[in-house]
């Protein structure tokens, strides 16, 4: 959501990000796809009918609107935010319930904590916490709303959640503080709605990765801080305003984002275009990394994903480049990059298709986003692929609770996951496995895809099903 990328230290680096093998079950009966899709060389390279759009279809019209407002004091410790929802659920609920990403026995143990101070809307009668096997000294890893009276499926709730982050010392992490800069990441309670199924209550793991299992939302982002530093976050960010007392507000829009993520810093910035796409990448003071050099490596990537799945997402991609903590994050238009190896800049950049644009549960089915990442890598060249990397134990659709540890997830759902999606393709030739892929992104646009997904979009390539099937993608 999205999602954390890695960096699997025990690996090699062509192992380093690999990418989540895409699981699917058996295809539907009744489906119909063309039996010969067009050449990805084609202007129209995915099959047309109704299960496979030309183009990614448009977000919900009645997805989340949300409103952030952080303000980051000025130790770079604590964040002071609200949030303002409109959700329309597909299902009746007595309830609402958000995720406490901060609050995991990951970040909490390095100082990150989020406390929710109040919760206000002429439906809310309490909230509080439950569990989700949080780390102990947390108050817990979900905020539950009670409300007064059922909301009915297609009405609108409202309601306003004032709350305080405290950023813990830098680590590979979504949030942390470091000499002159501080970030922030799904610091916020994120909505946990799966449309059809209801409210995610899956618990928060000790495994590097993620769990969330958020929608896409018209969000807008606020962000006061000191006027010595510059912001950058997620979505279009529009020309900082003087706050007064030495300080600046920062704001951004992204009409679909399933999360947010904002970096402050004595950054300095460089621009370049990818097509339609504005990219804007920051450094710090001596970083070794040359920003405008970056912007236009990250500008070529984007150029050739977009080969591969369609265009590319977002109208603008930001790049605060952190110290070298190994690894990068992904958020949607943004990416908390900890790293200076190519491949994790790649990584990240197919999860804008493979997480921000197309959602999953990522506690559930973690391989469709992160096998598709990491196969990302294979396509474009910046990781070797090890086709013995398919005789890894494991099944690749297992849920992030399966996984006895980091080491075996990163192995089977990010290596044995690209291997499967790798060897698929060869199996049924580059331009049908393409065609196929550009269905699936194209029909799951700012969705939650299930492994039913992929399997209809490959039902014309039972062969690509089956190897998937063996690497045990689909249960």
Not at 312 to 336: N, Q
Not at 444 to 460: G, H, K, M, N, R
Request: contains cysteine; hydrophobic residues 40%.
């Amino acid at each position: 959501m999205p999602a954390f990328v890695t960096r699997p230290w025990r690996y090699s680096c062509a192992f380093v990000v690999g990418l989540l093998l895409a699981g699917c079950a058996p295809a539907p009966e009744g489906l119909s796809f063309p039996p010969d899709p067009p050449s990805a060389d084609s202007d129209d390279p995915a099959p047309a009918d109704e299960q496979c759009p030309s183009n990614a279809v448009a977000p919900a019209e009645d997805r989340p609107v949300i409103a952030l407002e952080f303000s980051l004091a000025e130790n770079l410790r604590i964040v002071t935010g609200s949030e303002t929802l409109t959700f329309t659920p597909d299902l009746p609920t007595e309830e609402l319930v958000f995720r406490l990403v901060p609050n995991s026995p990951v970040s909490a143990p390095f100082g990150n904590l989020l406390t929710v101070t109040d919760v206000t809307g002429k439906e809310v009668i309490d909230f509080g916490y439950e569990s989700a096997d949080a780390y102990p000294t947390t108050p817990g890893g979900l905020l539950v709303v009670d409300l007064a009276e059922e909301v009915a499926a297609g009405d609108i709730v409202e309601v306003s959640i004032e709350f305080e982050l405290e950023l813990g010392d830098g680590t590979f992490d979504r949030f942390g503080t470091a000499d002159g800069v501080s970030w922030w990441a799904s610091g916020f309670p994120l909505l946990a709605w799966e449309p059809g199924v209801g409210w995610s209550r899956d618990p928060l793991v000790t495994l590097l990765g993620e769990t969330s299992n958020t929608q896409a939302a018209d969000t807008t982002i606020s962000v006061e801080a000191p006027e010595d530093l510059e912001v950058l976050m997620t979505g279009a960010q529009h020309r900082p305003e003087s706050a007064g007392d030495g300080r600046r507000v920062w704001t951004s829009r992204e009409t679909a984002a399933r999360d947010v993520s904002v970096a402050a810093g004595k950054f300095d910035t460089a621009d370049a275009v990818a097509g339609d796409t504005e990219i804007t990448v920051g450094v710090l003071p001596d970083a070794e990394t040359d920003a405008a050099e970056l912007a236009q490596e990250t500008a070529s990537i984007i150029e050739d994903l977009e080969e591969f799945f369609g265009p590319f997402p977002y109208d603008t991609l930001s790049i605060p480049v952190l110290p070298d903590f190994g690894g990068g994050i992904e958020y949607p238009s943004s990416i908390l990059l900890a790293s200076e190896t190519r491949v994790v800049l790649v990584h990240e950049i197919a999860h804008m298709w493979f997480y921000g644009m197309i959602g999953n549960s990522q506690f559930r089915d973690p391989w469709l986003d992160e096998s598709f990442a990491s196969y990302a890598e294979v396509l474009e060249g910046s990781s070797e692929l090890d086709t013995a990397d398919l005789d890894i134990p494991g099944d690749v659709g297992d849920s992030m609770s399966d996984f006895l540890d980091t080491d075996e997830y990163f192995s089977v759902v990010y290596g044995k996951g690209r291997a499967a999606l790798s060897a698929a393709r060869e199996a049924v030739g580059a331009d049908s496995f393409d065609a196929a892929l550009r269905c699936y992104i194209n029909a799951q646009a700012w969705q939650i895809a299930v492994p039913e997904d992929i399997a209809t979009a490959l039902s014309d390539l039972p062969e690509a099903i089956q190897i998937l099937d063996d690497a045990g993608a689909f249960g």
